[in-house]
């Protein structure tokens, strides 16, 4: 990382110019103890560079504090209205855009969203804090436009302004389009499902394409947004597929991979079958085309991805956004860099793009229009398609402040909003990771959840070591790392932290920003993943495996989150990141819940048993730390807890969850009474299994057991 370091003068010094050059570090030392001493004995400081470099270097960090470099883009005008983008009425649309270096800008309509020659071309005006803009005082409804920009004696490419509300074919022209026609019928009445307590989500995250276009799903509309829509389908073998087995499933959001519009599918050639996750963004506030049943009209993506939405609501269901403001798809081509080259994304000290995402840039979330764009683009989601949260890729590359205004403006809007992310970045950023969103920042974002790499590896094994085992394998110095995970990442004196394998002390404030899960889109299925680092287990043993591990998920505190699929132990055949693996590696395959029925009854009855039981979803720190006792923890191998006093109103006095790691039964003592035993190792009946009353329990191997007091 590339910091700045001040004090509070600054004085040339050729022992500080060498570290430059030497460590990258940029800084100024006018009174520090080492180099004056050394300049004022007149001893050139690089003859004991060797010997006093360490040292200085611990008392410069100790001595100095970090700035954010100096940009080049700070003396760029900010523009404080709201109008950007494109309004349209019949009578009169508008078109304003951010270019604050330009000479010229031009405004270019067209009849279609490709071919075909612009039917005008308009000079627009310059006006205050680095706008453009022009007005057409007729109506142009379904019109496709671009916009072009003069700086610096060059034209930059022809595009869509960055708040386009609609595009043509492959996103590459702008459309003007009536929103109010975009809604579906009934959309004025669309309600959201009632949510209490953000601790009460059950994320269910899937691909548009993967849940409806394998062959055996039953859907009419195949990898399209209107196949989520769909009721009453069935596989061959008369399994509930798509939208109604996700409603049988129990789980309360699903959460969309990207559905903005991206850039690495070509929607002119359907027959192609492309495939992506979508991680490669092109226009922000535009749906994905090749998810429309008609990309080539701006209006059907629109209609259709509010279709997809009301649907899920009048099915009991929430919509979470998965969205990528970290990086665009190109940089030297991105829509940001046709209208102020350079300035949306952070650069390295030599001037070239920085790659904290891994993807070849990185955005700048802390300027002030990059922020505003932001800010503006999460709203309009929210509001023009009631959306009902943002899951936020690689959000540590995000400044702090960003994120805390995102959510103050969201939350404004709609208190029940979810926002998440990932609590990390994927390279080094030369932006300070004090200030950035990463999971060690939990406590300073408001209302914002990060996912627990710390229970995810507790549970399978570490995500860069595919061999290395969990705890559900039987890796016993893993033990503590779940426990961290139950607690939701919250404070609590019975964690050795020290044990912990990613996090060295509690990073969530309270239970909500923690995300509990085990398996998602990335890396490979929680069921490869267990066969790979455990390659001499049986079948049989390897869904002990996977039942056990999503036991812990959903009995843990905080947000519970599942990948789609893994409910009838998907799998992409040991490929990992599969986001351009064809169909055939994706796809759910849905003869898989027929052959996995008793894997989905499991997973159902443990979700119903979570949403039916409030002391697995506790509200606060302090409810945790007051209910939730860890007992009995001398055996490895072994987590035993007990939820006690009627937790968070639950209707079960006393809980006893008892998690079994190792592969051999276990007997253990549990407390005095009498137990009723209401999930196994294959069955969850709230009703009773058994009854428990001599104050021992025995509990097979790789298995959870969940008991309540009478």
């Known amino acids: 990382m590339i910091l700045k370091y001040q004090t509070a003068s600054f004085v040339n010094c050729f022992f ?6 030497q460590f990258c570090f940029i800084f100024s030392a006018s009174n520090h103890p080492v180099c004056s001493g050394l300049v004022t004995a007149n001893i050139n400081p690089m003859k004991y560079f060797k010997i006093i470099s360490g040292t200085f270097l611990i008392a410069m960090l100790i001595s100095f504090k970090p700035v954010q470099r100096p940009s080049v883009f700070d003396d760029y005008p900010v523009y404080s209205g709201n109008d950007l983008g494109v ?22 309509l067209y009849d279609a969203g490709n071919g075909g020659e612009a039917i005008s071309v308009l000079a627009m005006e310059k006006g205050p804090q680095g706008t453009w803009s022009a007005a057409i005082n007729k109506d142009v409804k379904n019109k496709y436009y671009t916009f072009q920009v003069h700086q610096d004696s060059v034209w930059s490419q022809e595009c869509p302004d960055i708040y386009a509300k609609a595009v043509g074919v492959n996103g590459h022209r702008g459309m003007v389009a009536d929103m109010p026609s975009t809604n579906p019928d009934g959309w004025d009445k669309d309600r959201k499902p009632v949510q209490k307590s953000f601790t009460d989500i059950i994320l269910y995250e899937l691909h548009i394409r993967d849940i409806s276009m394998s062959p055996n799903s039953g859907i009419q509309h195949k990898g399209k947004f209107l196949g989520l829509t769909e009721s009453g389908t069935k596989s061959p073998d008369g399994e ?15 959460h969309l ?27 922000y506030n535009v749906p994905e085309g090749s998810y429309s049943t008609n990309p080539y009209d701006g209006n059907v993506r629109i209609k259709e991805f509010k279709q997809l939405i009301q649907t899920l609501h009048k ?88 994120m805390n205004t995102i959510s103050d403006t969201l939350h404004a809007i709609d208190p029940t909003i979810f926002i998440y992310g990932e609590g990390w970045a994927a390279g080094n950023s030369p932006y300070p990771e004090n200030l950035r969103a990463v999971k060690a920042n939990a406590a300073k974002l408001h209302q914002i959840a990060a996912f627990s790499d710390d229970i995810r590896d507790g549970i399978k094994g570490s995500w860069s070591d595919l061999k290395e085992k969990g705890f559900v394998s039987g890796s016993v110095d893993k033990t503590e790392s779940v426990k961290f995970g139950i607690v939701a990442s919250t404070a609590n004196p019975q964690i050795d932290n020290s044990k912990v394998s990613d996090s060295k002390g509690a990073w969530a404030a309270e239970p909500f920003q923690t995300i509990s899960y085990v398996s ?26 996977d039942k056990l591990s999503n036991a812990i998920v959903l009995t843990s505190q905080g947000v519970s989150f599942l990948h789609s699929g893994v409910e009838m132990l998907r799998t992409k055949q040991g490929i990992a990141n599969s986001y351009t693996s064809p169909d055939s590696i994706n796809q759910i395959d849905w003869s898989r819940k027929t052959k996995y029925k008793a894997v989905f009854e499991y997973y159902k009855g443990l979700i119903a048993l979570r949403k039916n039981h409030p002391a697995f979803r506790m509200r606060t720190t302090e ?69 428990i009353k001599k104050g021992m329990l025995t509990i097979s191997g790789t298995s959870a057991y969940v008991l309540h007091s009478l």
């Open 87 to 108: 309004a349209y009425s019949p009578i009169k649309t508008t078109f304003k855009v951010w270019a604050p270096k330009a000479s010229e800008v031009k405004l270019r």
């Open 240 to 254: 509930a597929t798509g939208l109604d087995h996700i409603k049988e499933l129990g789980v309360t959001h699903v």
């Open 623 to 691: 409810m945790i730390a007051k209910n939730l006792k860890f007992i009995g923890a001398d055996e490895p191998g072994l987590i035993c807890y007990e939820i006690s006093n009627h937790a968070n109103g639950d209707s079960w006095k006393n809980i006893l969850v008892v998690l079994n790691g190792t592969s051999s039964d276990k007997t253990i003592k549990i407390p005095e009474g009498i137990w009723k035993l209401v999930a196994d190792e294959n069955t969850i009946n709230e009703k009773g299994i058994k009854m």
């Open 520 to 545: 998602c889109h990335d890396d490979n299925t929680l069921f490869d993943r267990l066969k790979i680092s455990n390659p001499n287990a049986s079948e049989a043993d390897l869904i002990k495996m």
């Open 16 to 21: 500080c110019s060498s570290l430059l050059n």
């Open 315 to 402: 099915n009991g269901l929430r919509v979470i956004l998965d969205v990528v403001y970290n990086h665009t798809s190109d940089t030297k081509n991105s829509n940001f860099n046709q209208f102020a080259p350079g300035y949306f994304y952070r650069h390295n000290a030599n001037g070239s793009y920085s790659n904290g995402t891994g993807c070849g840039n990185e955005v700048a979330s802390e300027r002030a229009m990059v922020r505003k764009f932001m800010v503006e683009s999460v709203v309009y989601w929210a509001k023009e398609y009631h959306l009902d949260g943002f899951r936020f890729d690689l959000m540590g590359v995000h400044d702090i402040e960003t």
């Open 257 to 283: 991979l990207p559905c903005f519009d991206f850039n690495s599918v070509d929607e002119t050639k359907p027959e192609a079958n492309q495939y992506n996750w979508g991680y490669d963004p092109l226009n």
